[in-house]
């Protein structure tokens, strides 16, 4: 896995690869996106592989236009303050005669450093729910495509919870101590 790769843009990014580009350029606007937020991975993948002959599942990012490599998504302080889109393998398929219509259920999962978002000494007196609500208030003005629709319904703050269905026990506590945090918006 290489730390460092450039994401792949899948083309044509059809599906839950269109929400996550649609999502994800809407975040990194200039205007009105999230200016704390260095790198938006999009859509990732559900990766295993043996440590110590035990299996270890962790969330992965395509890397590349090779379409091998692999970016491990736990908390790391070298990809910056960063959010993925987390998609389930459940999908609901409606089909009419004007097409037919996936809805996901996704979470949007969120990393960051504090020192990062307020500047000086203000992220001192910053909490995880300063930067939830700055996410919160974000989803409720940003626009995206007619066919993207995202709803918040749930939040998740512990690492089984914002990590679930990955190798929790990996992600060392200072990794959601501050100065860095992570939350995870269930939609």
Sequence with gaps: MNQNATLLTPSPAVLLDQAAIAIGGRMKDATYGLPWITEFYGAIERRVKEREGVPYYYPAALADSTGLEYIDMMPDALLGNYAYLDGTENQEVEFMRSGS???YKVAIVFWFDLRDIYTGDAWKTKTLENVKQTALAWFETASFPEKISLQIAGIKTKAEDIYRGYSVNEIGQ??????YGG???DA
Excluded at 174 to 179: C, D, I, K, N, S
């Design 174 to 179: 200072q990794y959601l101590m501050r100065p």
């Design 101 to 103: 219509r996936v809805k």
């Design 183 to 185: 939350f995870r918006f």
